[in-house]
């Protein structure tokens, strides 16, 4: 089975702070990474994708990639309370479906 | 607006009927998927679609049938609706490819009583 695992949370960081969001996979097929962030009662939201080993940056947000780990995190830098939010991690090995995590929720506290 | 959008928002019906969800993506994207969250959050893939064509059915009853009449175009038929149908439902698309990124509608919350 397919598992793409995240800590639930919540996550508490404060306001300006770096929040680190954690998410491995089972598949080693994977080829496709995902974050996705949900805010209460609306639909996922795609912030950040990554294909290969390494670092990704936009804006505030990197995304970080390691194969050989199975391991893919989401760091938000300057973490503001508009970001309080559940991310999902997302992964595919075709491109045809998403396998997510359960997502963790994330709190920035003024 | 470009977008991904889905009609209705809300639907509330009695167990035994059958309903059905509209989906409509105008990003010029040739592949949809519908996804169900459950009352824990949790996300899953139900069905994807490719130009029209059945891609992937993920162990979902025969109940649910979805339909693309065009690439734009993915709808979502429930018969006999059962209790544990109660979920929001999610509507996907993206460009046919390896890496397509997907973009999600806003959902439909489904609740069967």
């Known amino acids: 089975q397919k598992e793409v695992e995240q800590n639930s949370g919540p996550l508490s960081v404060p306001e300006g702070a770096i929040a680190s969001l954690n998410c491995t996979y089972s598949d080693r097929g994977s080829q496709s990474f995902f974050w996705y962030r949900q805010y209460s009662g609306k639909s996922p939201e795609l912030i950040m994708f990554i294909y290969s080993n390494g670092d990704k940056e936009d804006g505030r947000f990197t995304a970080q990639l390691n194969k050989a780990s199975q391991y893919v995190s989401l760091l938000i830098r300057d973490s503001q309370p508009s970001d309080s939010a559940t991310y999902l991690c997302a992964v595919t090995n075709s491109g045809y479906a998403l396998n997510f995590g359960k997502g963790t929720s994330l709190l920035v506290t003024p | 607006d470009t977008a991904v959008s889905q009609t209705p928002k809300y639907l509330v019906t009695q167990m035994g009927n059958d309903k059905s969800i509209k989906c409509e993506q105008n990003?010029?994207?040739?592949?949809m998927y519908w996804y169900k969250q459950d009352s824990k959050k949790f996300l899953k893939i139900m069905f994807s679609y490719n130009n029209k064509e059945l891609i992937i059915n993920e162990t979902v009853p025969n109940r649910f049938s979805p339909k693309s009449p065009d690439k734009a175009h993915l709808n979502l038929h429930i018969n006999s609706l059962e209790l544990g149908d109660s979920a929001v439902y999610f509507c996907?698309?993206?460009?046919?490819?390896?890496?397509?990124?997907?973009?999600f509608g806003p959902g439909t919350r489904l609740t069967v009583t």
């Open positions: 996907a698309s993206s460009h046919w490819a390896p890496r397509g990124e997907q973009y």
């Open positions: 990003l010029g994207h040739d592949t």
